[in-house]
């Protein structure tokens, strides 16, 4: 579904991605985990379009996409959610979502204006497919409010429910839960799995392991821009080279 191939970054003297390979089959949830500036949101910034690698490829169904814009990848039937949360925090909610649907639509600029058929017919499928998401992430009694009036774990699911709202096949998460307390954490993460075996395809960066263990069928360790370690949760948790890239060494080497 997803395959990065020898991806190398760097940004002057910094190589922030240096020769990644990892992939993300159909339908699993995969882990990217590693220290703060280990290279994870620049990973994610070259797969969706906002950057691009200086070296290797990153395929999407067998194509490949490194060089392409991000609304392009989006088109394609990839989504992102951020570290920071990026809502449009004027709209409601319900603004959001429609809003997250944009890059969906066939209809041109001339269309909207004589209220075609066809732009009829899309701005149907986007309040209902809007409404469905309201619904299935628990916001639809607050739809009407702006979203940056919502409490913080709220404005999380309405990031990831946006996400969804461009009907993605492979679905990118940087950090969801960050700021959530255990019993979001936990709730988010079973709408994550959920979503996986509706058959979607989920890359998810997080420093919360309880999340990662939770949710996901294998995981990737970066370190320094480099794979360090790939496996099951019970393989990377007594992993000596992960867990050295986390508390480091003594004088004595030992970790």
Do not use: W
Request: with cysteine; charged share 20%; glycine share 10%.
């Amino acid at each position: 579904m997803l395959e990065l191939i020898n991806v190398s970054r760097g940004f002057g003297g910094v190589q922030a991605l240096s020769g990644v390979s990892l992939s993300v089959p159909p339908q699993r949830i995969v882990g990217l985990i590693g220290p703060n500036g280990a290279g994870k949101t620049t990973l994610i910034n070259n797969v969706s379009g906002l950057d691009h690698p200086n070296g290797g490829q990153i395929l999407f169904d067998g194509q490949p996409i490194e060089k392409e814009p991000s609304h392009r990848i989006t088109r394609l039937g990839i989504a992102r959610t951020y570290q920071n949360i990026r809502l449009f925090g004027e709209m409601t909610v319900r603004q959001n979502l429609l809003v997250g649907q944009h890059s969906l639509g066939r209809a041109n600029i001339l269309e909207a204006v004589f209220f075609s058929p066809r732009y009829r017919r899309e701005e149907r499928q986007y309040r209902a497919r809007a409404e469905e998401l309201l619904e299935r992430f628990g916001l639809a009694s607050v739809a009407g409010m702006a979203a940056g009036n919502l409490p913080y774990g709220d404005q999380r699911r309405l990031e990831l429910a946006r996400a969804l709202a461009t009907e993605p096949k492979v679905l990118l998460l940087d950090e969801p839960t960050a700021g959530m307390n255990p019993t979001e954490t936990k709730a988010l993460g079973e709408h994550i799995q959920d979503l996986r075996n509706d058959g979607l395809s989920i890359l998810v960066i997080e420093h919360d392991m309880s999340l990662i263990h939770q949710v996901c069928d294998e995981i990737y360790v970066l370190n320094f821009g480099q794979i360090i370690a790939h496996g099951t949760s019970d393989e990377i948790r007594t992993d000596p080279v992960v867990i050295e890239a986390y508390l480091g060494r003594d004088d004595d080497g030992a970790a």
